[in-house]
């Protein structure tokens, strides 16, 4: 499929691209969401906050009744006539269709902890016992995060070059080409059942191309598929390279996506290490 393939390794990628950091403040939110899991609620004698969970009792000819608000989630006004007061103290209130009194009878509140080693320990994670040896491992983190987001850019250009650069043999006579027509050609078929309608018809519809002339969405239908042929090729053959294997079981939209999935991943694991992500 590939007359003279282009070495994606030379391509030029801008210094922006090659640099990340991860901050104070993003180690900070991560610590926050890990220490929000030992949360416990509370019982509070102080005043009713947002956020309190609170319970009120008031009583008619029915007996005593118990009720729960949620302070500050906006679920109802009453919660807005609760911030405060104390236990013991006395709201009115319309509720039931009636006026009524209600008591303060108990505050319950989300408290979370101060992260401490024992808490990391409860995470279970191998090697991390300390909140220092935690933090370096949320940095390895956000530091693969901030590699993933910078590639979306390197491999735009990557694959803009290498499929400028690629010399191909004509493709379109190829069976995963063959394949792929056929599987969206069956595709606008089945659309064209379900809106009435014939398959030249349907596919302007189907390429979301509706008003453009019939065979301006075919060809954008067969370079689509050209496309997705031309990186299941070079995914083919650049991890030919390296001596990976790609599996050949299944049918050929099933081969294709492996190659290009191939693609993606020997191209990353290229690039990703010359990401340089500073710990600010």
């Not at 926050?32 to 000819?61: H, K, M, Q, W």
Request: aromatic share 8%; proline share 4%; hydrophobic share 45%.
């Amino acid at each position: 499929m590939i007359k003279k393939l282009y070495d994606f390794r030379q391509v030029t990628i801008p210094a922006p691209l090659l640099q990340a950091e991860v901050t104070r403040q993003d180690l900070d939110g991560e610590l926050a969401l890990a220490a929000a899991r030992f949360t416990v609620i509370s019982a509070v004698n102080g005043p009713i906050e947002n956020g309190d969970v609170v319970a009120l009792e008031y009583a008619d000819e029915k007996g005593l009744h118990r009720i729960y608000f949620n302070v500050g989630k906006g679920f109802d006004d009453v919660e807005n006539l609760l911030p405060g007061l104390c236990v013991g103290g006395k709201v009115g209130f319309a509720y039931a269709g009636k006026q009524v009194e209600a008591s303060v009878v108990s505050v319950k509140r989300p408290v979370v902890p101060a992260l401490t080693d024992d808490h990391v320990q409860q995470l279970g994670i191998d090697n991390v016992s300390t909140i220092a040896q935690f933090e370096d491992h949320l940095f390895a983190k956000l530091a693969d995060g901030q590699r993933k987001r910078k590639f979306a850019g390197i491999r735009n250009i990557v694959f803009k070059a290498v499929m400028e650069n690629t010399e191909f043999e004509d493709l379109e006579s190829h069976p995963w080409y063959q394949a792929l027509h056929q599987v969206m050609m069956d595709s606008v078929a089945a659309l064209a059942d379900r809106y009435g309608k014939t398959v030249e018809e349907t596919i302007p519809l189907a390429m979301r191309m509706e008003g453009k002339p019939l065979e301006e969405c075919r060809e954008a239908m067969k370079n689509m598929n050209l496309e997705r042929v031309k990186q299941a090729a070079l995914g083919q053959a650049y991890a030919a390279e390296i001596g990976r294997e790609i599996s050949q079981e299944g049918t050929a939209p099933d081969i294709i996506g492996r190659c290009v999935d191939a693609l993606h991943g020997v191209v990353f694991e290229y690039f990703a290490p010359q990401i340089a992500v500073e710990r600010k």
